[in-house]
T-cell receptor
C-alpha cells in the first residue's frame, strides 16, 4: 500500500509552547489529507480535512486558531498545536488520499503528544 | 448523521478459534465501507474496502463481507499476531470524510 510518513512519532512539550507535526505522502500525491485525534481506548475523531492549496475544513468543536493546518504541497501537510495545554495531550494521526473520493485513505504512524 | 457501531468491544480467542467481528452502520448513501487494523501506538493499517452489498474480500486469514446494514470481518484460524484493534469506517456518497466505529480489540492467545 501507499506510504504516509508522520513526524515526530512522539513529542513532549511545555505548556504554552507550540508543536508542529508533519505528514508526508512518500510515493503518491495526496489531494486530500485528514487529521485525527485519538484518546486512549477510543476511536479516531476527525479534526479537519485539507485539500492542497486550500484552507482546511474543520469539524465542529475544533478550534481552527489552536490547531493550525497547512497543506502547502501535494506531499506535505502540517498540524501546529499552538499554545499547547495538558488537555491537548493525545495521539494525533494523519491520513492521505489521492484521486477519486472513494479511494482508500492511508494513515501515518501517529504522533503521541504529551504536554507537561 | 452517519453512525457506525462495532461489536463486540473486545474479543478473546484461542489460537485457531475462528470468529467474526460486526460493524453495523447507518448512512444516507454508502460510497464505501473500510476495515483497518490498528496496533497499539500506531496508525491504522488499511485492510479492505467494500462498495456494495454482497461484496466479499479476502486477505490471508481475514474475509470481509457487506450487506446493506452491516459488515462482518471473519477471522479464520487466528494466530497471536492477529491481535490488534480492528476498526470499521464508512464514507457516504456526498462527502470524503470517514466515520469510524469504536473498534473491536481482538486478543488471540497461543
Amino acid at each position: 500500500g501507499a506510504v504516509v510518513s508522520q513526524h515526530p512519532s512522539w513529542v513532549i512539550c511545555k505548556s504554552g509552547t507550540s508543536v508542529k507535526i508533519e505528514c508526508r505522502s512518500l510515493d503518491f500525491q495526496a489531494t486530500t489529507m485528514f487529521w485525527y485525534r485519538q484518546f486512549p481506548k477510543q476511536s479516531l475523531m476527525l479534526m479537519a480535512t485539507s485539500n492542497e492549496g486550500s484552507k482546511a475544513t474543520y469539524e465542529q468543536g475544533v478550534e481552527k486558531d489552536k490547531f493550525l493546518i497547512n497543506h502547502a504541497s501535494l506531499t506535505l501537510s502540517t498540524l501546529t498545536v499552538t499554545s499547547a495545554h495538558p488537555e491537548d495531550s493525545s495521539f494525533y494521526i494523519c491520513s492521505a488520499r489521492w484521486g477519486a473520493q472513494n479511494t482508500e485513505a492511508f494513515f501515518g504512524q501517529g504522533t503521541r503528544l504529551t504536554v507537561v | 448523521e452517519d453512525q457506525v457501531t462495532q461489536s463486540p468491544e473486545a474479543l478473546r480467542l484461542q489460537e485457531g478459534e475462528s470468529s467474526s467481528l460486526n460493524c453495523s452502520y447507518t448512512v444516507s448513501g454508502l460510497r464505501g465501507l473500510f476495515w483497518y487494523r490498528q496496533d497499539p501506538g500506531k496508525g491504522p493499517e488499511f485492510l479492505f474496502t467494500l462498495y456494495s452489498a454482497g461484496e466479499e474480500k479476502e486477505k490471508e486469514r481475514l474475509k470481509a463481507t457487506l450487506t446493506k446494514k452491516e459488515s462482518f470481518l471473519h477471522i479464520t484460524a487466528p494466530k497471536p499476531e492477529d491481535s490488534a484493534t480492528y476498526l470499521c469506517a464508512v464514507q457516504e456518497t456526498s462527502g470524503s470524510r470517514l466515520t469510524f466505529g469504536e473498534g473491536t480489540q481482538l486478543t488471540v492467545n497461543p
